[in-house]
Structures are given as structure tokens and as C-alpha cells.
């Protein structure tokens, strides 16, 4: 779907639909509305006294303009309540308005900018949530069938109106912004998707140096061990596929803030056999990798003015002849060592040498994205991520981009009590406990060893990062999560 702005009246607009929308509890439409309902004949009042159209978020009614406009169809879309009307509920109601125009297969839709009138919502930022809602909602997975589905049809133009030309500049930063950060988002959700035979870190690699304006480098398994890398080279020396220990940097200087993430790109638990149940799903264990490639090429394209370092463990975790086994003591990266308890818990220790790759670099500030523990989407389901860090500042702040973003998080404490129960005989930290409680607690106090006095945060998105059913905007898959909340947050 191309995404364009024009400067004209939504009554002179030529396309297959035109959305303008409605409030919940308004008797008559107003703005834009009020004036295609005019032409119209009064159509949309009359639709609204009878009941028929009532505003709700995301209901759609549709219109036969019998020739009183250059359009074929006008689609009224609701925006539930004004009051409660934000960023989020822009993007339901435009996915919405998008869906209902594949159905009737409209190539040509115009839109209005909803929610920048009644609504409240600054111009740019609402007409970054309409693209982002439009690109996201109408997203399909298409994969490596050699046949495309001949049911699926996507809307080829989407065509913002507006006849205020002063407006048009801030409308055209803000559809920008929208289609970087979307186009990262399902980017994303591709790389999630996408089989694990297929996406290899070796291929998370190539996609990384496609990223222009950052510089990408790797380490193999063999350099990463030199290197000592040793939490990595534990949990990747059991599989066959070529590890990497992915680098990216964007910016002139000195990396200042670093994200880190999990990059397990197939997670059989190695000698801690998983379940075979949906065991294909451990595809998705290199979702905050994944969050972290596509936020370092969104930021790029938006020249974001930070020096961001994105670093990328990626391996796999499978059980061999070589693997690492319950009750061995490895190193890492810090000089800390570490008792393997469970092998299946292998994305703390990838992540442990991660960050302390990113201390090493002498960065301020560290964020960390994984699919850590099955434990978070118990005490949270696939609503919200998980999130934890020693920086209450930098928590509230990744908070409030998550909110302005539509991905919400939840934070969860790092107590101390919780810190004895993975306490080791033998090494400095078992790498989980053996009572599972707390899990997604203890996952975090675990990392927080490693990240020591820099500020840090641990986002764990082990139930956002995948729905088995879809839900307002995101279908079911991958969502790409925390690829807005990171580039929201960089961008402020």
C-alpha cells in the first residue's frame, strides 16, 4: 500500500472510498463529515438517528454516493468515545476502515486525518497513527508459498486529504515518520515469522548489513570465544548452525545507549529437551533480535540525533553431542561464572555476555528486548510486556513511549528476597531457580548481575511477541513488538 497526502477538499477527491468518521454519542456529524453528508443529502444523519451508525470504535457503515461525489463509496468509521479517544484508537479505527475497503476491494482509498479536530491529538502524531494503524492493520505473512492467495487483496493507494495547505508539511512529517516506524514493524514481524531453517543467524546477519547508515559487524563462534564471549559460546557450541554475535552501530560518536537482543533464532531447550507440543514456535525466540535490527533501521532512516549501538546474540539452542549440560560452570564475558541448572535457560546467558559487551563499550544506558520466560506470559498473557530495570527514571520513560506507541508494559519488581533463590555452591549465579518462583522476576535479577551500576532495562516480551489470534490492528503472529516503543523512545 503507497501512502500519499494531497492537498484538496474530500469533496473533490477522485478514488474507489472515502473514509470520514464519527464519534460515539454525537446526534450529527461535524467537520469534514458534516460536509461530505451535505453532498450527500443528509445520509449520515439519517444513519445516526436510526440508529445505524453509532460511532463505536472500529464500526464501519458504508455509503452509495449515487453520483453526489467523485467517489464510488463513503465509509463512516467509528471512534468510540471522544473523551477516550488517543493515538491507539486512531490506528484500530483507520485498520478498520482499511479492512472494510479490501472487502469491496477498493484500490483507491482517501482518508481524512482522524482524531485532529474533536479528537484532541496533535496533527503530525495523528497522522503518524493513521499510517502506522493503515501499514500495520493491513499486513500479511506471506512466506514461501510459490502460489500467493488469490483471496487476499490489498488496498494499492491510500491518499490523505486535507485542504488546508498550511497543514499539508506537518501532515507529510508526520506519514513519514508513520511509514519508517510501520515498515520496521512488519519487517520485524517477517523475521519472526519466518521458519527457522530459513532465518539463521547467518541471515539475521545479512539482513543487518542491509541496514544503511550503520555499521555492522560479527563475531563467529571460534571469534567469540577468543573474545570471551563464554555465556554465547556455552549455549551456541550444541548447535550445527554458525552462531554470530551481531554489532550495529548508528551514530557519529561514542555509543551512549546500547539495546540488546535475544537472537535464539530456534530454542529446542538443548539437552533440557522442551516439550514437542508447539514446539515449532520456538521460532519466534529471536523476537527481540529481531526488534532491535528493525529499530536500528528505522532510526537511521529518521536520523534520529543519538549514537545507538544494537547488539545481536544470535544462535540456536539444541541439544547435541557438544552442548552444554546441566550442572556444568561456565564463564562469561564479565569474569563472572555461572551454573547451568536448566539449559533451557539459555537466553539470559546470551544476553549476559550481551551486556556486558555494551559495558564494555562504556555506553550509559542499556535496554534489553527477549522472549525470556514463559513465567511473564502466566502473570501477564499476550497484552503486555514485562518490564523491570535498576533505573526507575529510564522505566517510566520506556513506560510512557510504550503508551504513546500502543504497546503496553507492565512493570514487575526486582526484590531482594528473590536474588537467594538463585544462589549457587559452586559458582557465582545459577542461571535459574530450581523452585520456579518468580520466574520472570529472577530472569531479570539475573541479567541486572551483569548490567551492574549503568542504568538498565529488561523488557521481556515472551507473550507479546506472538498471538495465536489476532487482535485489534495486529493479526495473528508476529507483532513486531517494541520496535515503536524503542524508536518512540530514541526519538524523544
Known sequence: MKVKVENISVLDVKCDLLIVNLFKGVDKPGGATLVVDKRLKGAIFNLIKSGEITGKLGETNLIHTQGCLPVTQVLV?????????????ARIAIAAAVAEAKKIKAKKVATIVHGAGAGGLALPQAAQALVEGALIGGYKYEGYATKRNSEFFNVEQLIIVEAQRPKIKVIKEGVMCGTIIAESVNNARDLVNGPANRVTPTYLLAQAKKVTGVTTKAY??????????????????????????IIMKYGKGKPEIALVGKGVTFDAGGISLKPSKKLWEMKIDMSGAAAVLETMRAISKLGVRKNVVGILPCTENMPDGEAQKPGDVVGSLSGKTI??????????????????YA????????IDVA??????????????????????????????????SGEKLWQLPLLEEYKDYSKSDVADIKNCTESGKAGTATGGLFLQLF??????????????????????????????????????????
Not at 468509521?77 to 484508537?89: A, H, R, T, Y
Not at 513465567?375 to 526507575?392: F, K, P, T, V, Y
Not at 515472551?462 to 530514541?490: I, Q
Request: proline content about 1%.
Open 339 to 356: 551454573e547451568i541448572i536448566s539449559t533451557d535457560a539459555e537466553g539470559r546467558m546470551v544476553l549476559a555476555d550481551g551486556i556486558t
Open 220 to 245: 563467529s563462534l571460534q571469534q567469540a570465544k577468543a573474545l570471551g564471549l563464554e555465556a554465547f559460546y556455552s549455549v551456541s557450541k550444541g548447535s550445527k548452525e554458525p552462531a554470530k554475535f
Open 371 to 404: 522472549t525470556l520466560t514463559g513465567a511473564c506470559i502466566s502473570a501477564l498473557g499476550d497484552a503486555a510486556s514485562g518490564i523491570m530495570g535498576n533505573d526507575q527514571k529510564l522505566v517510566d520513560q520506556i513506560i510512557e513511549a510504550g503508551k504513546q
Open 77 to 89: 468509521v467509528g471512534l468510540g468515545e471522544s473523551p477516550e479517544f488517543n493515538f491507539d484508537k
Open 451 to 492: 548490567a551492574e551500576n549503568t542504568d538498565w532495562v529488561h523488557l521481556d516480551i515472551a507473550g507479546t511477541a506472538y498471538l495465536d489470534k489476532g487482535r485489534g490492528y495486529l493479526s495473528d503472529g508476529a507483532t513486531g513488538v517494541m520496535v515503536r516503543t524503542l524508536t518512540s523512545w530514541l526519538m524523544g
Open 359 to 366: 559495558k564494555k563499550l562504556g555506553v550509559k544506558k542499556i
